[in-house]
């Protein structure tokens, strides 16, 4: 590989990693100066971004002609981002009952500094009662929002309400160059490097949500990042991924709560390792940059919702995901949903139980009972976005026992430990039976792929679990094109067909009060709704009752959203200022 390149490919790595995290800064400081999210937040985080990797070429040297191809080539993909999100729809239950609706208020004037309560804000700007009282309401007031921070921006800058694969696939091309380069440094060999790169932006669960809010995908691509860029700093002392670290870390923190615990644990692991091994140099870096990452992560760039958090609720930081009182420390995931995510015999059941049942389970979404299905071809169940059993497909269990077989022949010592790490990560979580809760396992079979292409030994081994890694990403896909076709695309058109016949007749659309207020999380999309059709200028009314005999229920859109089409559009309505 030319230096040229390898140049080039770090200044994309600097200037998607360093983005989240200028927005992030902007974004607190202007809420703390009561200036809430404009139409100029996000050009001014992406400015940001292209002066540190500006400030990278200068310090390498590079010529104006590497800085202009760098230039171009970012250019190039965040155009074809654009472009290629504008032909998929977001119809997933979490992204219109919570993960759009935070970005929704983010962009229509939410300060969550000034103003924690979402109910109050949206109170005095919706021609509604107080919004969503129970479950939504407490995910959208406490949860980690990096993600909706980024959409809500772009909703501003674009005047359109983009879709998340418009942010999952610049990631996704980045990750793949950075992953090669990677790869490639210890392999020289461009194919194997290729293959590999390829197997880490393949994760089922990312690619099944790559067109919506949902964070999980994007948080198991970013953790197999963090891994890759630690390998990195080991193999080759490269600073520059050591402190890349940094900002992709307080990113997987403020991105998702378990982000925090999964980072902080795989980070415990690897500073140990350096100890044992006497790595005195690289422990001490490590230890510093982690420091950083984790206390800028939490306490500055991570304000709300954690100090928050930890100031309202008596140092809990992952409020309302765990709920602590009287001394008794509940899950409320589980124990707050109703139904419930899975039949409460399997629930509980040992962890280890519960992900080999799910490891050879029917790959399904459905919240009762899995069925055990051991074809690993099995081609009648798709791959989507919340598959709660196997969800990492019909042959990932297969694979998942030769990994655990040819572990013990990667002869790199860190590449074991890595591995070792991030698997066991995903035992911090009860959840570890639902892919998208853990999705950094798929990491561990790739990292053990890349031990044993560093063997030059037990090539038999190697071959036969390439090719069964490869078959099983090969497979995915298949079953996965097959849910983006019927999720994103049909109901794109199905979308658009609906907005458009509303809007050539005319019609008033009204909804109940009430609906705002629902207890039900799977029927609480009426916002992402309501939100929906004031950007596509179709007038809309709340009122305390249906002003017509048949409601009906919305196309695309999650749940039972049920509202009225009027002939007239004579009567006023407070809406959110989306600015479109």
Same mark, same amino acid.
């Given at each position: 590989?030319?230096?040229?390149?390898?140049?080039?490919?770090?200044?994309?790595?600097?200037?998607?990693?360093?983005?989240?995290?200028?927005l992030l800064i902007i974004?607190?400081?202007?809420?703390?100066?009561?200036?809430?999210?404009?139409?100029?937040?996000?050009?001014?985080?992406?400015?940001?971004?292209i002066l540190v990797s500006g400030y990278y070429f200068y310090r390498i040297k590079a010529s104006w002609c590497l800085f202009l191809y760098y230039f171009l080539s970012l250019v190039i993909i965040v155009a074809f981002a654009y472009w290629a999100s504008t032909h998929f729809?977001?119809?997933?239950? *979490?992204?219109?009952?919570?993960?759009?609706?935070?970005?929704?208020?983010?962009?229509?004037?939410?300060?969550?500094?000034?103003?924690?309560?979402? !109910?109050?804000?949206?109170?005095?700007?919706?021609?509604?009662?107080?919004?969503?009282?129970?479950?939504?309401?407490?995910?959208?007031?406490h949860y980690a929002y990096v993600l909706e921070l980024m959409v809500g921006s772009l909703i501003l800058t674009t005047q359109h309400i983009i879709n998340p694969s418009c942010i999952y696939i610049p990631l996704i $091309?980045?990750?793949?160059?950075?992953?090669?380069?990677?790869?490639?440094?210890?392999?020289?060999?461009?194919?194997?490097?290729?293959? /590999?790169?390829?197997?880490?932006?393949?994760?089922?669960?990312?690619?099944?949500?790559?067109?919506?809010?949902?964070?999980?995908?994007?948080?198991?691509?970013?953790?197999?990042?963090?891994?890759? =860029? !630690?390998?990195?700093?080991?193999?080759?002392r490269s600073r520059l991924s050591l402190l890349l670290l940094i900002p992709l870390a307080i990113f997987i923190i403020n991105l998702k709560f378990t982000g925090l615990v999964y980072v902080g644990f795989i980070a415990a692991i690897i500073f140990l390792y350096f100890l044992i091994s006497k790595a005195h140099v690289q422990s001490k870096q490590f230890l510093w940059v982690m420091a950083v990452a984790v206390i800028y992560g939490v306490a500055i760039f991570g304000y709300h919702p954690y100090v928050q958090n930890a100031l309202q609720h008596k140092g809990n930081l992952f409020y309302p995901a765990i709920v602590i009182e009287h001394g008794k420390v509940e899950n409320f995931i589980w124990t707050h949903i109703d139904p419930p995510n899975a039949n409460p015999n399997f629930l509980a059941k040992p962890v280890?139980?519960?992900?080999?049942? @799910?490891?050879?389970?029917?790959? *399904?979404?459905?919240?009762?009972?899995p069925a055990l299905n051991f074809n690993p071809f099995d081609i009648h169940h798709q791959l989507a976005f919340d598959s709660r059993f196997g969800?990492?497909?019909?042959?990932?269990?297969? =694979?998942?026992?030769?990994?655990?077989?040819?572990?013990?022949?990667?002869? @790199?010592?860190?590449?074991?430990? =890595?591995s070792l790490a991030v698997l066991l990560s995903c035992f911090l979580t009860s959840g570890i039976w639902w892919a998208r809760f853990v999705p950094q396992l798929w990491c561990v079979p790739i990292l053990v792929a890349w031990g044993l292409?560093?063997?030059?030994?037990?090539?038999?081994?190697?071959?036969?679990?390439?090719?069964?890694?490869l078959v099983t990403a090969i497979f995915n896909l298949y079953l996965l094109a097959v849910s983006i076709n019927v999720f994103y695309i049909q109901s794109r058109t199905v979308a658009d067909k609906f907005f458009s016949a509303l809007q050539q007749?005319?019609? /008033?659309?009204?909804?109940?009060?009430?609906?705002?207020?629902?207890? *039900?999380?799977?029927? !609480?999309?009426?916002?992402?709704?309501?939100?929906?059709?004031?950007?596509?200028?179709?007038?809309?009314? $709340?009122?305390?009752?249906?002003?017509?005999?048949?409601?009906?229920?919305?196309?695309?859109?999650?749940?039972?959203?049920?509202?009225? !089409? =009027?002939?007239? @559009?004579?009567?006023?309505?407070?809406?959110?200022?989306?600015?479109?």
């Open positions: 590989m030319s230096k040229n390149l390898v140049s080039l490919i770090r200044g994309l790595e600097i200037t998607c990693l360093s983005l989240p995290a200028c974004a607190l400081v202007g809420f703390f100066f009561k200036i809430v999210l404009s139409a100029y937040t996000f050009p001014l985080a992406a400015l940001c971004g729809y977001d119809f997933s239950c *979490d992204s219109q009952t919570y993960h759009m609706p935070i970005a929704f208020t983010l962009a229509s004037g939410w300060n969550p500094i000034w103003q924690p309560n979402v !109910a109050t804000y949206l109170q005095a700007n919706l021609a509604a009662t107080p919004f969503l009282k129970t479950i939504v309401l407490l995910l959208i007031n $091309i980045i990750l793949f160059c950075s992953a090669y380069r990677i790869f490639y440094a210890s392999l020289k060999r461009h194919w194997l490097a290729i293959a /590999l790169a390829f197997l880490v932006v393949v994760n089922p669960v990312a690619i099944s949500q790559f067109a919506t809010a949902y964070v999980d995908g994007m948080l198991g691509y970013t953790i197999s990042w963090f891994a890759l =860029l !630690a390998a990195d700093y080991y193999f080759h280890l139980e519960t992900l080999a049942i @799910s490891l050879f389970s029917q790959v *399904d979404a459905s919240v009762y009972t969800g990492f497909g019909p042959m990932f269990g297969y =694979l998942f026992i030769l990994t655990l077989i040819s572990w013990f022949f990667v002869r @790199s010592a860190f590449l074991r430990v =890595l292409c560093l063997n030059p030994h037990r090539q038999g081994l190697k071959y036969v679990f390439n090719s069964v890694l007749n005319h019609v /008033l659309m009204q909804f109940r009060s009430e609906d705002f207020q629902v207890t *039900d999380y799977h029927t !609480a999309a009426t916002y992402f709704a309501y939100v929906m059709l004031n950007a596509q200028h179709i007038p809309v009314i $709340i009122t305390d009752k249906f002003l017509c005999k048949d409601p009906f229920i919305l196309p695309a859109m999650w749940g039972e959203v049920r509202a009225c !089409a =009027l002939a007239t @559009s004579e009567t006023k309505t407070k809406s959110l200022q989306l600015k479109f």
